[in-house]
């Protein structure tokens, strides 16, 4: 035997000894239902690095070096963690089955820090709303929903039934709404278009109240509103669903979507239509009033997601959309509303302690009118928007994140408030850094700073935060002050408009920024299956923008007003147990001073409320969730203008309190087949009259649905 062959044959014996020593584990991880997890993560105490990633089919497979005693640990969002431990005689197969976490304090979040995190260690106070949350109230968009499960908000008609929003004292323009962190072109009278916002494919969605400049910029004076979209987990699934209510009030929808190898796709479309809403009807009142009639409308949206893992630790992001609206505001005119959406972006990590965001998003939001007669359809309103963000993250020792990146955005707008229905463009850029520091597991400390930049005002503007949370045994002590700021808008600014043929509002182009300075400490109390968390804030806000009456002009300008103060308490309590019994109490006070002879007057109703009790049980073949909801809403009491020319003259005005309760039923009566009953407005309430702050109910409604999950029919059980 030669020595060349002898090395080979003790190189050869070492591998087969090597080969021998090490063993393979497999399994599945599955929920209390026995449903695979896909994504759930399964890692090895003992060996740092060393863990694996179940697939589509909740499987999973990774190799130990040796045949010691060894703990493996699966982990999953939403659900408790499993520990087994892997003697040295075990066998190759390991399963684990997780069990739902009775709250969401496991939930990730990214909307208060712009990095994942668990929801009980976010400095900054976060409501989520979650999947479950959205199925229960059966929402069609998210006026519906949030007023359903958020105190302190109210979804309210303006000027020729335009929805407006208040939240905690702040309007449309002040509430910073995002789709996957991305904002939404195009306003009417200071609110986005809710009705793009449907509920369909919709994950969870992150409240963010108070000021949130320091991330987002300009328009987050009064809180954000992030909507975070679902990706499929199943290899392949289609649902269709419909929906039919009062009013021939109509939903139809459908979704597509697949999970294999390196793609992951989300199609949904969805119809609404629902006729007109006669409010006189049922009444011998006269006078019903301020509107007797809800115009009927239709809404078609349909939205694309594409994921594509071009390699570990590099992934593509891709979003197409179309929204329509048409509103039937008399027998002559439509009004028409058409949004056209996309974006590409990547995710990129670089190591284990740098990854890289790059990202492009378009939005153009256009309005018309439809001339019946004529079959003429004129666009007298576009708002396109070009943004390019980069974000990035880098990780100090494991547990400190340090956040950089920068937008740049071209904000496009021709409107017909505009002099000869003309056109502005403004260039916006930006820069921000944030470092989330964590020296121990009970103290977090969050800071952050962001420039601002617009170039029609030559405005540059600096917006801070600080942040803190100390947890103390089953209490999380929170603190935070963040500065937040709006810029003067492009109508704003120019604004030269002949308002409902009355009087004339003109645009400011030397506006400030609105800018304000929020204050909030809260108190989390965690038990078992019980949480509760109270939040008081304090917000002060400078140079709000308004219109105000110049009597030289003769007519309404923009421009900034004195200062305004915003205080109040937010508090929530939840609990959820074994039987299937959970609830939720929430309530928010809210004051808002504004000095006697400004332009601008207070609608905010001081006390809300929302309450929800639940059951929710599953059996083999059968499921039933039955919910009980209701909202309530203080009476307000508020000073009214009597002339546009004068801010000196008021009357008061009180807008009644109301309690509206929602009952819905659910079954899943077979595999993939979900039944939903539900009747609104349980306890019969109709406003005595009719203002634009009070709901437009006309009592009692009642609805049906039905959803189909068609890949869960051929599953094998």
């Known amino acids: 035997m030669t020595g060349r062959t002898t090395i080979f044959l003790l190189l050869g014996l070492l591998l087969t000894v090597d080969a021998a020593a090490q063993r393979s584990i497999s399994g599945t991880v599955t929920d209390n239902r026995h449903e695979p997890l896909s994504g759930a993560t399964i890692l090895v105490k003992e ?91 059966d929402a069609t968009n998210i006026g519906d929903l ?31 709404f995002l789709v996957d962190g991305e904002r939404l072109a195009g306003e009417t009278l200071d609110n986005v278009d809710y009705s793009r916002l449907n509920m369909d494919n919709v994950q969870r969605i992150e409240i963010v109240k108070g000021a949130a400049s320091s991330l987002y910029g300009s328009n987050a004076v009064g809180g954000v509103v992030n909507i975070i979209s679902r990706e499929s987990q199943e290899p392949w699934s289609v649902n269709v669903n419909g929906r039919y209510g009062a009013h021939n009030e109509q939903r139809y929808g459908g979704s597509v979507g697949f999970n294999r190898g390196r793609f992951n796709s989300m199609t949904n479309v969805q119809y609404t239509s629902i006729d007109a809403i006669d409010l006189s009807k049922g009444t011998d009142n006269t006078q019903v009033g301020d509107y007797s009639t809800i115009y009927g409308h239709s809404t078609l949206n349909v939205k694309e997601r594409l994921i594509f893992t071009a390699a570990e630790g590099l992934r593509f992001t891709a979003r197409a959309g179309y929204f329509f609206r048409e509103r039937n505001s008399s027998e002559s005119l439509r009004d028409r509303y058409r949004s056209f959406t996309g974006g590409l972006k990547g995710n990129y990590t670089v ?37 390019l963000r980069t974000l990035y993250n880098h990780t100090f020792a494991g ?12 904000d496009y707008l021709m409107s017909y408030q ?4 003309g056109s502005h463009t403004q260039h916006t850029a930006d820069a921000f850094a944030q470092f989330d520091w964590n020296p121990h597991e009970k103290f977090n400390l969050i800071a952050g700073l962001r420039l601002d930049w617009f170039s029609e005002t030559k405005l540059t503007h600096l917006s801070p935060k600080l942040g803190l949370m100390y947890k103390l045994g089953s209490c999380s002590l929170r603190g935070s002050y963040a500065g937040g700021f709006r810029a003067p808008t492009l109508k704003e600014m120019y604004m030269n408009f002949y308002m409902g043929n009355i009087f004339m509002i003109y645009g400011n182009p030397d506006l400030r920024p609105e800018s304000s300075r929020n204050f909030s400490l809260s108190a989390e109390y965690m038990k078992g299956r019980h949480n509760l968390t109270v939040t008081g804030f304090y917000n002060i806000v400078d140079d709000r923008i308004t219109t105000a009456w110049n009597q030289a002009l003769g007519g309404q300008v923009y421009t900034n007003m004195s200062r305004l103060q915003v205080a109040g308490v937010d508090a929530n309590a939840s609990g959820r147990y074994p039987c299937g019994i959970s609830w939720r109490l929430s309530y928010a006070y809210t004051y808002e001073y504004i ?15 929302t309450a929800r009790i639940a059951y929710d049980k599953d059996w083999k073949n059968y499921g039933l969730s039955v919910a009980l909801s209701g909202r309530y809403l203080s009476k307000v009491t508020t000073d009214v203008y009597t002339e546009i020319t004068s801010y000196e003259k008021t009357e008061k005005q009180t807008y009644p309190g109301y309690t509206i309760w929602k009952l819905s039923l659910s079954q899943r009566v077979w595999r993939g087949v979900n039944v939903t009953l539900a009747v609104d407005n349980l306890f019969n309430y109709r406003p005595r009259y009719f203002y634009s702050n009070s709901p437009a109910t006309t009592g009692t409604t009642c609805s049906a649905g039905l959803s189909l999950d068609i890949e869960q029919m051929f599953k094998k059980k």
């Not at 007023?147 to 008609?157: D, H, K, M, N, R």
């Not at 335009?162 to 905690?168: D, G, H, I, P």
């Open 47 to 137: 060996i740092a690095g060393l863990g694996a990633v179940t697939d589509a089919g909740g499987r999973y497979e990774l190799r130990l070096p040796d045949k010691k005693e060894y703990t493996l640990t699966a982990t999953y969002i939403g659900y408790f963690d499993a520990t087994r431990t892997l003697t040295a005689d075990h066998g190759g197969a390991l399963d684990f089955q997780l069990k739902e976490n009775p709250t969401i304090l496991e939930q990730v979040v990214v909307t208060g820090t712009r990095t994942p995190k668990l929801l009980k260690d976010v400095p900054i106070v976060t409501r989520v709303i979650t999947e479950s949350d959205i199925r229960r109230t």
């Open 351 to 387: 190591t284990d302690k740098d990854d890289l965001e790059l990202s492009y998003s378009f939005d153009q939001y256009d309005k018309s009118d439809y001339l019946v007669a004529g079959d003429r359809d004129v666009r007298d309103y576009s708002n396109v928007q070009h943004t």
């Open 146 to 176: 949030l007023q359903t499960e958020l105190p302190g908000i109210e979804f309210s008609y303006s000027m020729n039934q335009q929805t407006s929003l208040n939240m905690a004292g702040f309007g449309g323009n002040s509430v910073l």
């Open 418 to 421: 505009f002099e000869g229905n």
């Open 595 to 609: 000095r006697k002879g400004e332009p601008m007057l207070s609608s905010t109703r001081p006390h809300t409320a």
């Open 399 to 410: 547990r400190h994140i340090l956040t950089a990146g920068g937008d740049y955005m071209r």
